[in-house]
């Protein structure tokens, strides 16, 4: 099963802060892609509110995320990143449900 992390984040009020997280999440998904048992890494910018960014971490299992913390980058990212936030992040974990089969959806 598809192991998923979702991290919500809310940028400052400051202007140059959005501008500096949305590279660094770039610079982030550019290099943690690459990881071992990484499926993906995906950074996205809400629509309406430019402050207001998420991330999903998508991992071949629970344990994958050993090769994610392990890489040297990370200790990079939340010094850099906390400081231009609004408020801490949002971490969600999640595992995908299985939709290869059909399913019977109860009445």
């Known amino acids: 099963m598809v ?30 892609r690459k990881d071992k048992e990484t499926i993906d890494w995906l950074v996205m910018q809400d629509v309406h509110d430019p402050r207001a960014f998420t991330i999903v971490e998508r991992f071949e ?4 995320q050993k090769y994610h913390l392990e890489n040297p980058y990370w200790k990079t ?8 936030l ?14 290869s089969k059909d399913v019977e959806v109860p009445v």
């Open 77 to 84: 990212f939340d010094p850099y990143v906390i400081p231009l």
């Open 3 to 32: 192991y998923t992390l979702t991290v919500h984040l809310y940028a400052n009020d400051k202007p140059e802060s959005i501008e500096r997280i949305k590279a660094k999440l770039i610079e982030a998904a550019r290099i943690y």
């Open 61 to 64: 299992n629970e344990s994958s």
């Open 86 to 99: 609004n408020k801490a992040m949002d971490l969600r974990r999640h595992e995908e449900l299985d939709t």
